[in-house]
């Protein structure tokens, strides 16, 4: 088992990373383990099948989504919005041309998407079905027209995980750093 130390790594290179690499050739050439310590989070895996001759070569070649969906499983890449102005911003991004549309269908009125607005900006909820708790009818109504009328269980308004981007751009720099171990080659 082999020990690197990555210091000087992350979105603001003040974030360091340890890692744990242990060959195993039992089922492929280029197979093994690989585990990685951060400061807040910690995540193993064992690649058992890969091509690659020696297993930092194949460490070196991987992607970050997919280490990332190896070693941290659990974390998802979208998670539900927390905030009013969370869902205002989703909205505005993804949904222009369904608010558009019910506009110009005479669904949603001016006035019923002021207080739609007015009513958004200034709420908190930890899931969706509290946020539905707080809407009115006319919200309710609002949000079936964006959303669809599963809004609620399927396609509600999501945002990026803070998680997942944090360990994505560690995992893009621990990348990095064994491609330089490799060499700089891939």
């Not at 941290?72 to 549309?101: C, R, T």
């Not at 959303?147 to 893009?172: H, Q």
Request: hydrophobic share 35%; aromatic share 14%.
């Amino acid at each position: 088992m082999e020990k690197f130390i990555f210091n000087k790594i992350g979105e603001y290179k003040s974030d360091w990373a340890i890692t744990y690499v242990d060959p195993n050739n039992t089922y492929s050439a280029g197979g093994g383990r690989l585990t990685v310590v951060l400061s807040s989070y910690s995540g193993s895996a064992f690649f058992s099948h890969v091509g690659d001759p020696t297993f930092i070569e194949f460490v070196a070649q991987c992607d970050a989504p997919y280490l990332l969906k190896k070693l941290f499983p659990k974390v998802e890449k979208w998670v539900d919005v927390e905030e009013g102005v969370e869902v205002i911003e989703y909205i505005a991004i993804n949904k222009l041309s369904e608010l558009k549309e019910g506009r110009s269908s005479g669904e949603i009125s001016k006035k019923d998407l002021r207080n739609f607005y007015e009513h958004l900006k200034d709420i908190e909820f930890e899931c969706i079905s509290s946020l539905f708790d707080q809407l009115t009818f006319k919200d309710r109504t609002i949000m079936c027209e964006l959303f669809g009328e599963d809004w609620l269980w399927e396609s509600g308004p999501t945002k990026i995980n803070t998680v997942y981007k944090y360990l994505e751009t560690m995992l893009a720099d621990v990348i990095s750093e064994f491609k330089k171990l490799n060499g700089g080659q891939v």
